[in-house]
């Protein structure tokens, strides 16, 4: 099979998360970093999913390629992608095939995910072989393309190691190498983490770009609120293992349904508006083994909290293109928060 | 910031580093000398007596032994300290060591040449078999670390790397050359063989390094395959090897991307004790009686020889000193961080 | 009060293959904090941020220029007495999980510099856990819980905080706070802000914060300066809420563009500022963003331009700023329904 | 305006002093954890132990003058002589055990003085960089260069080794190298971390922040180091007396290999192969020992292996 | 493995292996025999004018080699050697006088005792003259010695055709100026021809020219290979087409080697009764056992208290159990000494006849040991004997870590020394020569030291009442320094007490038995062993026993035990007609 230019009317896959835990093996038992998450990429569309450190937004993102390395265990749940099937089923051979060509993985730490003894073309022409290939100059034509698409010089770059390239350089390469088979789905964790902002903005411009001219699923990790809300369409909120409230961009920050969505945003430093509005929710983000085994992962900092959240852990609910997992959820909030706040 | 060095730049850069290096060197070997040659004229003790009486030992009369050992009076160095210093680096600028004392009338360069032969072959031979075998089980090792095979071969590298190498030396010769008398118990060929290219004479010479050779390999694998399990299971810890899993490329070229950057590391300790095969191998010469350079060290001690002696561990010195400046040529040629000057 | 006129330091990176090679951190910066002021520098990465706050905690040496401590000159002191005056002002790690020794509790951490302190002051030794408990509530934890922890049993923005009440045990007068809240979670960044704040409006300290982000510059105070730095350089200098709201130098511009938009709460600004892929370290003698700037002149590229209020033809800009072409874009992004 | 300043730790917290101690107990039931996990490491412990008892009390076993059995030279293995009779007709195992002392002693004092000065050095390099550190680091690399083994061979023809300290100050002499150059990156990289700077910011003595805050954060490898050191010295000690350069007067294992070889022709005849094998067999149980507590040492040091 | 040719298979053939225990293979260095190392094998390449028999006590009975005989003037003013008229070099060429005069022209670069530069040293040459191609006449000097046959006879002969450009062409005319001249002309004549000795040394001819049963074929490390030489004069005798003279570094090799059945012949080696055994169950091993002229004492330095006082000798020589040591020792290779005469015990019962049984023989006696120290002043408390002026009395007894057989004997002592309440240790030094160094340095209390050095008695007294005792020999004249000078380090006095010889300077009598007379010898052999006896300057430990081992199964014929040609080469013993192959020995 020979590298094809892109299409930019190919229909763009689905992806499906189904009640997808994963649990990691500790000196504690198994504990889930995700748990029973339920999550649904519209085709076309880029998915952000926000949390803070360890909220299990690695370990989502590298479940959809089936890729949870030990001691974690993905122990439940299924992944649907169109044209793949279920990826939590593939085994050897089809696995490996999906990764690269079906789905694309920008890593974390892009800056950290090159060979540092080969130089990029080198690695591209691995990529190309382990995919059967077999035009690989067509291949190489295609990621000089993609270079320059992204502003860089194509040529050199191919002829770089990665110690010679910049982080945004390296980002940009990840993104390349993600791309360069035509994988249609394309994961992003972190990619901006520690760029600096006049690169960040570069970068995300890049990847809605991208993402629009090829017309892919993407999903988009990251703890900054921020970069998610410059280009993705879906929000997904993260915590303690769970999806906590998931919907449209603008209506999950407009209108924040679930506490942490809104303490999180109120904890956002803003360029403008009122200073004293601005708080950080209080408590710390739990870690494995601080996570309740029973109730709300949330409660220990909700300003809600209810009898309920001790015992139940709040189902998530599915209204208006909106989905919440909070028991607070219709009722009338307003009230409690303003007394806080006084 | 980075930038990308244009070559002849970079062969300006390099050719500046190697002087930088040569000099370090020279100097290194000239406090070596010096030391050698200080230590070697306050050894005590009197080799002519030495032969002498060991010659009557052995049965000689007290006139022939006499008559044998007359002559090394005639080679002793005199001057006084300074004068024979100075004499001693000046022949050392044209690459003469002196006369040996207890081969009377030759070369200590030749003596030292003739050794040097014996030591390279099995030591090599060795190095590089336990380097293979080493790095091989090593990558063996990290990636079944947590299962009990993995456990052992790193349990059992941990161990031949501890054991000094005279333990795993007289053990082999006690089973293979005493109680199952299946190898040589020492020399390096049969004289009765002709010296040359013919199946007798390889035969024999392999058949008298097995021995030495497992012995090294044995005492040097642990190191090895310490280093590598380390090394690798350090690059597994590193995102570019997840990175590539998850780009889908096939297992082979993730293990070569794994095994390039954990064994890059180990050339350079490899061009060490190649540098220090020159001295590495005193026990095992000594236990197999293979005449190389630290027997000849060992025996010029023995018999009071100094100029064998100071040449030997000259010879040794320089071979380690020679050995890290390629060790650290090497590292800048094959790694491109150090290369373009990344990382230093 | 602290200040710096004309502080100029140049890196040599020696060894490599390059051999000596030249990396001049900070051109020229003039700077000044008073009690209970705030200062904040901001810039992209490698812009000289780090280099500048570890000259003012005097850990590191510069090459040209004076620092003044309390109206000392430090140039005119020997090593040895300049050490009482650099205790003055602290730095705040931007990692508060290597600032901290794994190996040591936090009554440790707390304990030595408090013990110097004590000897200082002639204190008595009983003063010494006092003061640690009370120092560790005024930054907001529970000094019975934290104290006999290791530091990896405690969270990111405790951490931070223990960092911060270490410093000051020194009583300082200027706290150098160098992107101390960009390893803190989220959710708690604001926190830290808050607390750096309180402080300063408690303890009269001076706060000297370094970060990329202007926003949360502008949540050290509302009152404080805003130092915009490129290549070691200044090149905008003013009010933080003035400068936020009114930029006129192209990097700032570049850089407050760059603030991504919070689609559902904000809209963009009216106009954006997109800098240029860097193409080499641009002409000798002229501006230092010539390379980058959307907007750069011949003129720009002949000579290099200082810092100033000259805002065009008649006019004064309400900050200073080194261009040749200040103008006023709108490019941040404006709140929507607060 | 307002601020809040948020306490972030739960409300209930266990007083100071029960939780310190509760951590130092965290943390021997850490070792003692690690150690169960594999039996093979509480082995370890329980060798290197009965070595150490060795070393102290087992000249004291014995008479000063060991008994001899004129008639039973080179006797085989039996209950009496678990390990047979040397040449003399004395109980091997009583040989081992009595020069076991000798050996572990110069084991000890060469781990003190390599230890000692490597790190001496090492972390004087690190921490003050600069000129010394470029002086202190050539230093080094002659010292790593210069071939150890040789070296003592031509130092024995001078230098009589004649107390076990005498012998570990040269055997420490010659091998500081590698603990200096280690503990110089280990202490270069420390110095990066914040903890060493904002000791320096808060004007805290380089007393101070050497011995509180650099040491102990290098004290598990050092201390691992000082293990392996002891092999080492042990290992060059009883490798010199084999070969016969260095001059004896005590019994030791050294001593012991050298007259089972080259006089009673222990690779000759199995006959006095025990009275090779006993000291082989204290040497590689030796390593055994310290190899198995360095691996537990590893585990219990290293966060990344334990989570495994 | 044996390559007999079908020609040779019922006469002879085969490889015959051995061991020259005098010196190690070096592949480096050049077949020359004026080399210490070189490679050439006494009695195999390497041919002399005569083989020394084995004889206790005279030392000038010789088997005839390159010299077929010989006759000595009766006054022994100068010897007539008569040269074998069919021996012949390897490349076909006779030996000729010539050979003779240049091998002699070229001992004296090498220095010697026949062939000192100063003809007043005794027994030094004086002339030398061809008086036939088959003659050589060579004259003894002013200072007659008994030995000068014996070291004229021990004349290496090499071609003179290979190394006779080795001597300038006015060589024996320098030779008449330093040995007659007067003044700044002999000394310059003599430095001259001194100064010939390390080119002589240095010269390797590349390519063996014998005259001996075989030519060297071809060195390695580890061995040397030697064919026969179809030139020899008594080729018929020599059984072995080839010899292979095997390396050796240590002694437990050499027993590898034999308990393998690798070796016919190997020379003497000491060895561990255990060892012993296997070798002797070795198929077709056989031990020869005869007489070894070397014994080994442990000598004391009397410049060091409390070894001065000839009581405390004596107490140690009762303390010491010889047998015990021995047994220790060298089980195989030594018998206990009878007593201490400074004389092998199978030379000093030739020498002093029933005299020998009267001297005192210290037998083990701890009563008697108490005596003699109480004697000397010590005391002893707690069980353990002090000095007399009450600090601890250690007695170190230091031996050469390399002679595994001296380390037994002084850790044996030590611990009988021990069970006495004598607090003794063993200090070993790293090698023979730092130790002989230090021993002649004085920095030894007790040494082990080789003695009885036969059969000369010059030789063998000269080891107690020599050099290392005081008296040095020089120009001639004998004089006597003070203890720790000038390697004086055994710090006996000058004179002794003898009873009935009365007063005696025991250097002076050593002197004198190098030119005495056969009688006079006697008498004064038995003043000196009476000395040594009574002073005991050294306790005698045990006398060597010449042990050598050989294999029957593929050689026969060898030496029976005692033989008079048993310290000499296999290679000796095949030109002697002895070794003959083994009837069924084709293994
Ligand atoms: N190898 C592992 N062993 C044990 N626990 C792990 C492991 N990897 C991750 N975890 C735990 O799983 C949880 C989720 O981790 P994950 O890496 O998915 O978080 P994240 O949201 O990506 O965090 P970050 O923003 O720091 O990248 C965390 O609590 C983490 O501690
Ligand atoms: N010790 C050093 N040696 C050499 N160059 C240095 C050193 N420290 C900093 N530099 C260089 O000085 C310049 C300024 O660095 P600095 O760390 O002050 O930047 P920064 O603004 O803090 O960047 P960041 O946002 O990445 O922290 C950079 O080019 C950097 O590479
Ligand atoms: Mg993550
Ligand atoms: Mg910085």
């Not at chain 3, 408690?202 to 706060?207: E, N, Q």
């Amino acid at each position: 099979m020979t590298a094809q230019p892109a299409t930019p009317h190919a229909a763009a896959p689905g992806v499906r998360i189904r009640d997808l835990t994963v649990v990691y093996k500790t000196p504690a038992g198994e504990l889930p970093a995700v748990r029973g998450v339920d999550l649904t990429l519209a085709p076309g569309t880029i998915t952000g999913v926000v949390g803070e450190s360890g909220s299990g937004k690695s370990t989502l993102a590298l479940s959809l390629l089936n890729a949870v390395q030990p001691p974690g265990r993905i122990a439940a749940g299924s992944v649907e992608i169109d044209g793949l099937g279920d990826v939590l089923t593939l085994r050897g051979e089809d696995l490996r095939r999906a990764r690269g060509r079906e789905v694309g993985y920008v890593f974390q730490a892009a800056q950290n995910s090159l060979n540092p003894l080969k130089t990029i073309g080198k690695q591209l022409l691995d990529l190309g072989r382990s995919h059967d290939v077999e035009d690989l100059r067509a291949l190489v034509r295609d990621a000089r393309e993609l270079l320059a698409r992204m502003g860089m010089d194509g040529a050199r770059v191919l002829d770089s190691y990665q110690h010679e390239l910049s982080g945004g350089m390296r980002q940009r390469v990840g993104i390349m190498l993600a791309l360069v088979l035509n994988a249609k789905v394309v994961v992003l964790d972190e990619p901006t983490t520690a760029l600096d902002m006049i690169t960040q903005a570069t970068i995300l411009r890049i990847i809605r770009e991208v993402h629009e001219e090829r017309a892919l699923t993407t999903l988009v990790i990251t703890h900054d609120v921020g970069a998610v809300a410059e280009v993705a369409d879906d929000l997904a909120v993260m915590y303690g293992g769970r999806v906590v409230e998931h919907g449209p961009v603008t209506e999950v920050l407009g209108d924040a349904r679930h506490p942490y969505t809104r303490g999180l945003i109120r904890a956002i430093p803003r360029l403008t508006g009122d200073l004293s509005l601005a708080r950080a929710l209080p408590g710390r983000p739990p870690t494995l083994g601080t996570l309740p085994a029973q109730g709300c992962v949330f409660r220990e900092r909700c300003e809600r909290r209810m009898d309920i959240c001790e015992t139940d852990d709040p189902a998530a609910v599915t209204h208006d293109g909106r989905t919440v997992a909070c028991h607070a959820t219709g009722r009338p909030l307003e009230l409690v928060g303003r007394e806080e706040l006084v | 910031m980075t930038q990308t060095v244009p070559g002849r730049h970079r062969a300006a850069a390099i050719a500046r580093k190697v002087a930088g290096h040569v000099v370090r060197g020279l100097v290194m070997i000239w406090a070596v000398a010096t030391i050698s040659f200080v230590i070697i004229r306050e050894i005590p003790g009197n080799p002519v007596l030495g032969q002498y009486e060991s010659l009557i030992q052995k049965g000689m009369s007290p006139e022939q032994a006499e008559r044998a050992t007359a002559v090394l009076y005639g080679f002793l160095p005199t001057g006084n300290l300074w004068q024979q210093y100075v004499g001693y680096l000046g022949s050392l600028l044209h690459f003469d060591l002196g006369r040996s004392l207890s081969t009377p009338g030759v070369e200590v360069t030749t003596l030292i040449g003739h050794a040097a032969r014996w030591t390279v072959l099995p030591v090599l031979a060795g190095t590089l078999l336990s380097f293979l075998l080493g790095v091989t089980m090593g990558v063996y090792a990290a990636i079944k670390r947590s299962g009990r095979l993995g456990d052992a071969l790193a349990l059992s590298g941990s161990l031949l790397h501890g054991v000094p190498v005279y333990v795993i030396g007289l053990l082999l010769t006690a089973i293979f050359a005493t109680l199952w008398p299946i190898m040589p118990s020492g020399g390096p060929v049969d004289v009765e063989f002709v010296p040359g290219l013919n199946p007798g004479y390889i035969g024999s010479l392999v058949h008298h390094a097995v021995l030495p050779v497992v012995t090294y390999t044995l005492a040097s694998y642990g190191g090895w395959i310490l280093a590598m399990k380390s090394n690798v299971v350090a690059v597994l810890g590193d995102d570019f090897i997840l990175a590539a899993e998850l780009r889908g490329l096939r297992r082979g070229i993730v293990f070569r991307y794994l095994a390039r950057n954990a064994i890059l590391p180990l050339f350079t300790i490899l061009a060490l004790s190649i540098g220090m095969l020159f001295g590495g191998s005193i026990f095992i010469e000594q236990i197999f009686n293979y005449p190389g350079l630290g027997l000849l060290l060992v025996n010029s001690i023995s018999s009071r020889d100094y100029a064998l002696m100071g040449g030997t561990f000259l010879v040794i010195t320089v071979g380690i000193v020679v050995a890290n400046i390629v060790a650290d040529l090497l590292y800048t040629v094959i790694d491109p961080r150090v290369r373009s000057g990344g990382a230093a | 009060m602290i200040t710096g006129t004309g502080i100029s330091k140049t890196f040599r990176q020696r060894g490599g293959v390059l051999g000596a090679r030249e990396v001049p951190a900070l051109r020229d910066v003039d700077f000044a904090v008073e009690r209970g002021g705030a200062v904040s520098f901001i810039g992209e990465s490698g812009s000289g941020k780090t280099t500048l706050g570890r000259i003012i905690a005097g850990l590191e040496t510069h090459d040209a220029g004076e620092i003044v401590i309390d109206g000392v000159p430090m140039s005119s002191l020997s090593h040895r007495r300049r050490q009482p005056y650099f205790r003055r002002v602290q730095l705040i790690h931007q990692d508060p999980y290597s600032a901290l020794n794994p190996t040591r509790t936090i009554h440790q951490a707390l304990e030595a510099p408090l013990a110097l302190r004590a000897r200082q002051t002639g204190r008595p030794r009983s003063w010494i856990d006092s003061r640690a408990q009370e120092l560790l509530s005024m930054v907001g934890i529970d000094p019975g819980y934290v104290l006999p922890r290791y530091p990896h049993q405690l969270s990111g923005g405790m951490r931070q905080r223990v960092v911060i009440a270490r410093a000051l045990t020194m009583d300082p007068e200027v706290l150098v706070a160098d992107e101390a809240v960009s390893m803190i979670d989220v959710s708690l960044r604001l926190g830290i802000l808050a607390l750096l704040k309180d402080l300063r409006e408690r303890l009269g300290v001076g706060v000297l914060f370094i970060t990329h982000d202007i926003a949360t510059a502008r949540y050290i105070g509302d009152d404080g300066e805003l130092y915009v730095l490129y290549r070691g350089q200044v090149v905008e200098r003013g009010a933080t809420e003035k400068i936020i709201a009114d930029p006129v130098h192209p990097y700032t511009q570049s850089l407050l563009s760059a603030i991504p938009v919070l689609h559902g709460l904000e809209q963009p600004g009216a106009e954006r500022v997109v800098p240029k892929e860097p193409q080499g370290e641009g002409p000798p003698g002229g501006c230092l963003f010539v390379p980058r700037c959307p907007f750069s002149t011949e003129r720009c590229e002949q000579e290099t331009p200082v810092l100033g209020r000259d805002g065009g033809p008649g006019q004064e800009t309400e900050q200073e700023h080194a261009c040749f072409h200040p103008r006023r874009r709108s490019v941040i992004p404006v709140g929507v329904g607060e | 305006m307002t601020v809040i300043v948020n306490p972030a730790g739960p409300p209930a917290a266990p007083p100071a002093e029960t939780t310190r101690a509760t951590l130092r107990r965290n943390f021997w039931r850490g070792v003692w954890r690690v150690l169960r996990r594999k039996p093979s490491r509480m082995a370890g412990v329980v060798i290197v132990a009965l070595f150490a008892l060795m070393g102290v009390a087992g000249p004291l076993l014995y008479p000063a003058q060991l008994p001899r059995d004129d008639n039973a030279l080179y006797a085989p293995p039996s209950l009496a002589h678990p390990f047979g009779t040397d040449f003399e007709g004395t109980d091997v195992l009583a040989l081992v055990i009595t020069g076991a002392r000798y050996v572990l002693l110069t084991g000890l004092a060469t781990a003190v003085i390599t230890v000692a000065l490597g790190t001496a050095i090492g972390l004087f390099a690190g921490f003050h960089r600069g000129r010394w550190d470029t002086v202190l680091m050539r230093l080094t690399d002659m010292n790593l260069a210069i071939p150890g083994l040789p070296l003592l061979l031509v130092l024995s023809t001078v230098w009589k080794f004649e107390s076990p300290l005498e012998m570990g100050l040269v055997l420490g002499v010659l091998g500081w190298g590698g603990i200096a150059r280690a503990v110089r990156s280990q202490t270069l990289s420390l110095r990066e971390r914040g903890f060493i700077e904002a000791a320096r910011g808060l004007g805290l003595p380089t007393r101070h922040i050497i011995g509180r805050e650099l040491l102990p954060s290098m004290a598990p490898y050092i201390a691992m180091n000082m293990l392996i050191a002891v092999t080492g010295a042990v290992y060059a000690q009883v490798g010199l007396f084999f070969l016969g350069v260095l001059p004896f007067e005590s019994n030791n294992w050294g001593v012991m290999l050298n007259l089972a070889v080259f006089n009673g022709g222990a690779l000759t005849t199995p006959a006095a192969l025990p009275y090779l094998m006993a000291p082989l067999i204290a040497i590689l149980l030796l390593t055994l020992g310290i190899v198995l507590i360095v691996d537990a040492m590893d585990e219990i040091f290293n966060p990344r292996l334990r989570e495994e | 493995g044996t390559t007999g040719t079908t020609e040779t298979a019922r006469t002879g053939g085969g490889v015959f292996t051995t061991i020259d225990g005098s010196k190690q293979i070096n592949a480096s260095a050049p077949i020359n025999p004026f080399n210490p190392v070189g490679s050439v094998f006494s009695g195999y390449n390497g041919m002399a004018l005569a083989w020394p028999k084995n004889d206790p006590t005279d030392p000038n009975q010789f088997y005839p080699a390159i010299a077929g005989s010989w006759t000595t003037s009766p006054d022994r003013s100068h010897v007539d050697i008569h040269l074998r008229p069919d021996a012949k070099w390897s490349d076909g060429v006779p030996v000729t006088s010539e050979d003779v005069r240049v091998s002699i022209g070229l001992a004296y670069t090498q220095g010697g005792t026949a062939y000192a530069l100063d003809p007043k040293a005794a027994g030094a040459a004086a002339d030398i003259q061809v008086v036939d191609p088959t003659t050589v006449r060579i004259t003894q000097g002013a200072n007659r010695s008994s030995t000068f046959l014996a070291n004229l006879l021990s004349t290496v002969v090499v071609p003179a055709h290979v190394f006779g450009k080795l001597l300038p062409a006015d060589f024996w005319q320098l030779l008449k100026t330093a040995q007659h001249g007067q003044g700044a002309v002999a000394e310059k004549a003599k430095s001259a021809i001194t100064g010939l000795a390390e080119k002589v040394i240095a010269f390797d001819p590349g390519h063996d020219v014998s005259a001996g049963p075989f030519v060297l074929e071809r060195v390695n490390p580890g061995a040397a290979l030697l064919t026969r030489n179809p030139y020899f004069y008594d080729r018929q005798k020599i059984a072995p087409d080839k010899v292979k003279i095997l390396n050796y570094t240590g002694n437990e090799q050499i027993w590898n080697y034999l308990i393998a059945g690798r070796l016919d012949n190997a020379p003497f080696t000491s060895v561990p009764t255990a060892v012993m055994n296997r070798i002797r169950e070795a198929r077709g091993s056989k031990v020869i056992k005869g007489y070894s002229p070397v014994a080994v004492s442990l000598a004391f330095n009397q410049a060091h208290k409390p070894y001065d006082n000839v009581h405390v000798r004596r107490a140690l020589a009762y303390l010491i159990d010889r047998a015990q040591v021995t047994r220790i020792a060298s089980p195989e290779g030594g018998t206990p000494a009878a007593t201490t005469s400074g004389i092998h015990a199978q030379a000093a019962r030739a020498w002093l006849g029933s005299g020998f049984d009267g001297l005192e023989q210290y037998r083990t006696n701890p009563a008697k040991a108490d005596a003699e120290l109480k004697a000397a002043g010590m005391t002893k408390r707690n069980g353990r004997w002090a000095m007399p002026d009450g600090s601890p009395w250690k007695v170190r007894i230091h031996v050469p870590a390399s002679f595994s057989d001296w380390v037994a004997a002084g850790k044996s002592i030590s611990s009988q020394l021990a069970d006495h309440g004598v607090d003794a240790s063993v200090v070993t030094a790293a090698d023979y020569t730092l130790y002989l160094g230090e021993l002649a340095e004085g920095k030894y209390d007790l040494g082990l030291w080789l003695i009885g050095l036969g059969p000369s008695p010059y030789n063998i007294f000269q080891r107690l009442f020599g050099q290392a005792n005081g008296w040095q020999m020089f120009g001639g004249r004998l004089r006597h320094v003070a203890p720790g000078t000038e390697g004086n380090w055994m710090g006996g006095p000058e004179k002794v007490d003898a009873d009935e010889a009365g007063v005696v300077d025991p250097g002076e009598l050593t002197g004198k038995l190098n030119y005495a007379s056969q009688e006079e010898q006697k008498r004064i052999v038995g003043v000196l062993a009476k000395v040594a006896n009574e002073q005991l300057p050294v306790v005698q430990l045990w006398d060597y026993v010449n042990t050598q081992f050989v294999n029957t199964s593929r050689y026969t014929a060898f030496p029976p035990d005692d033989d008079q040609a048993l310290r000499l080469s296999s290679g000796v013993w095949m030109q002697l007609g002895m070794i003959r192959k083994a009837e069924k020995g084709r293994a």
